[in-house]
């Protein structure tokens, strides 16, 4: 099982990022996959999880309205879409899925690397 997060950067406060992360070794569709944020100097926060085959999606209250998590099954990848960015979005975002299990509120057990956002003028 192996998660690879892309698409990282800086960007400007206001401004639009699109992470991706694709799955190998299981069927991403099947499972629950989200995305986990790290600030610096801060615990974890659960921020996206979808379920593509149930079609359930979660969000943390602070990215409501502002980010959307959705799966290309085809490609095996789940996306990110962060738009009205704000300084405090900054962060270490992982992509992560709970293996066989297809709740969102299972701890997450495998794990990609992190791609580090940065809102900043």
């Known amino acids: 099982v192996q998660l690879q997060a892309s698409g990282g950067g800086l960007v400007q406060p206001g401004g639009s990022l699109k992470l991706s992360c694709t799955a190998s070794?299981?069927?991403?569709?099947?499972?629950?996959i989200g995305w986990v944020r790290q600030a610096p100097g801060k615990e974890r926060e659960r921020v996206a999880c979808i379920v593509s085959t149930y079609g359930n999606v979660e969000y943390a209250d602070s990215v409501k309205d502002r980010f959307t998590i959705s799966t290309d099954n085809a490609k095996n990848t789940v996306y990110l879409q962060m738009n009205n960015l704000r300084p405090e979005d900054t962060a270490v975002y992982y992509c992560?899925?709970?293996?066989?299990?297809?709740?969102?509120?299972?701890?997450?057990?495998?794990w990609g690397q992190g791609t580090l956002v940065t809102v900043s003028s």
């Open positions: 992560a899925t709970v293996l066989y299990g297809s709740d969102c509120s299972m701890k997450y057990d495998a």
């Open positions: 070794g299981f069927t991403l569709w099947h499972y629950a």
